[in-house]
């Protein structure tokens, strides 16, 4: 269903319905899997704390599509698609180690990046719109996602420590 964009409304639109599929695609599958694959006990825990986290957010796109009367729906786009393949790559191509856990992280910060951009851009539009009920559940997202950015970065502080070691003694 393609839809004719003649408005902000309609934008808005269309990154809420992005957002929806977005939140689903990673509880359903994106986030278990990389739970799976990772090795560092640190890193399945906080991957495990933002999958419970994405299960909120998914109830607080929930709360907006009743809020503002939009039809609740998804709408799938490449970008995600993509990340999480890259994703599944890191699981299949490198053996469980620090030097998969380092490529998870760097999927996962993807996919963050992606989500900051994608409930940043909504946050300003309910702004815009003058959709002030919306305006603070689309805000504790945003920050829950930078939250788990920067979790994601501070772990990478060590997991990459270790991945230059493994790769050191595998050379040896
Ligand atoms: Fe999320």
């Not at 607080?60 to 709408?75: N, W």
């Not at 599944?88 to 951009?117: C, F, T």
């Amino acid at each position: 269903m393609d839809m004719k964009i003649e408005g902000l409304q309609d934008l808005f639109e269309v990154e809420l319905k992005y957002a929806y599929d977005c939140e689903q695609k990673l509880v359903d599958k994106g986030l278990p899997e990389m739970i799976e694959a990772a090795q560092s006990p640190q890193l399945r825990t906080a991957l495990q704390q933002h999958l419970r986290e994405t299960h909120g957010q998914l109830s607080r796109l929930d709360q907006v599509f009743s809020a503002t009367g939009i039809e609740r729906d998804t709408k799938g786009n490449a970008i995600l698609k993509e990340i999480m393949s890259a994703a599944k790559d890191s699981a299949s191509h490198i053996d469980q180690s620090p030097l998969r856990d380092a490529a998870l992280i760097a999927n996962g910060n993807q996919v963050e990046h992606y989500e900051i951009a994608l409930y940043g851009t909504l946050v300003a539009f309910a702004n815009q719109l003058g959709l002030q009920n919306v305006v603070s559940l689309l805000e504790q997202s945003l920050k829950e996602e930078k939250e788990a950015d920067a979790k994601l970065n501070q772990l990478a502080q060590t997991i990459n420590v270790s991945a230059t070691q493994q790769s050191r003694s595998a050379r040896v």
